[in-house]
């Protein structure tokens, strides 16, 4: 049995960076700007520590500037959304993120509606959600940016394919469908109320698993030869007591069905702060009227 290609969204990654290393540098060389991106978190979560600390680094090594902002878990709304807007007029900072999830007393949707479209990095807000909706330039939501990359890589033109989508959110689920649209495939976005869900994922050339439900597709769904992009990250006990991180594929059942496959991990997720860093470079250029050679 021919096993799938396995996509490495980690090397992609690692290639991507460089390029906007070289980017940064071209800019900063010719036009004396430096991309800037905040990264504010309130409270303690650890797994938002890690991530916001590896999104720091990160920044740093491709060139850019990072302004770290991290809060105590009683800040309330009003003391936050202060923040925002001074990091909306600072002109040395061009993307602004505030890490999810936020303590009970502050409104997410408040604060990510406070971030000024052109910083909004995340591409949350509701202008840039509906600029991707229609077809327009906005900044594009960075895991669903990183998936379509990897496809394109993966299979260059996607005109006619059929695409399912398992998962409806509004960070993955509904933006990847709108990108597969603009690339021309035909789209189903499939949830937990689909009927037959197992007979409409073996009907995709392309499958979006963004459910966050540890293996739920399994081997036998996928059609032979799709591409699988699993979105899933989910952490798992086994039988010794320690633990793994799990797609929401069944990875070991799908790799001798698929044509190619995203690994967890290894796979999409190294491609979503890559992509962070992408948007910054982006935003920068478009707040100060330079082209950016997308």
């Known amino acids: 049995m021919t096993e799938a290609r396995r996509i490495d969204g980690k090397a992609f990654a690692e290639t991507l960076r460089t390029t906007i290393a070289r980017q940064t540098d071209a800019l900063k060389e010719a036009h004396g700007l430096v991309p800037g991106l905040a990264a504010v978190l309130v409270g303690e979560d650890p797994a938002s520590q890690v991530y916001v600390r590896n999104k720091e680094k990160q920044c740093l090594e491709v060139g850019m500037n990072s302004v770290g902002r991290q809060l105590d878990a009683t800040t309330t709304q009003t003391e936050l959304l202060s923040l925002v807007a001074g990091l909306n007029a600072d002109p040395a900072v061009h993307g602004v993120l505030v890490q999810l999830p936020l303590p009970d007393q502050v409104d997410a949707r408040a604060i990510i509606e406070a971030i000024d479209p052109a910083k909004d990095v995340d591409g949350f807000h509701p202008v840039n959600v509906g600029r991707l909706s229609s077809g ?9 940016q990183g998936c379509m990359l990897l ?3 993966v ?3 996607m005109s006619g394919a059929n695409a399912v989508v398992v998962g409806r959110s509004n960070i993955v689920g509904k933006p990847v469908a709108q990108l597969l649209l603009a690339a021309n495939c035909t789209v189903t976005v499939a949830h937990s109320r689909t009927q037959d869900l197992p007979g409409v994922c073996r009907g995709a050339d392309i499958l979006i698993a963004a459910v966050g439900r540890p293996r739920m597709i399994e081997g036998d ?4 030869g799709a591409t699988v992009i699993d979105v899933g990250i989910n952490r798992i006990e086994l039988e010794n007591g320690k633990t793994r991180l799990v797609g929401d594929v069944d ?17 999409v997720g190294p491609m979503t702060i890559a ?6 470079l982006i935003a920068c250029c478009r707040q100060n009227g330079v082209y950016f050679p997308a």
């Open 155 to 157: 299979l260059g033109d």
């Open 251 to 267: 990875y070991e059942a799908a790799v001798g069905v698929a044509g190619a496959i995203t690994p967890v991990p290894g796979g």
């Open 151 to 153: 496809l394109q890589d």
């Open 221 to 224: 769904w996928i059609k032979p």
């Open 136 to 144: 327009e330039d906005c900044l594009i939501p960075c895991t669903p």
């Open 275 to 280: 992509c962070l860093l992408r948007n910054t």
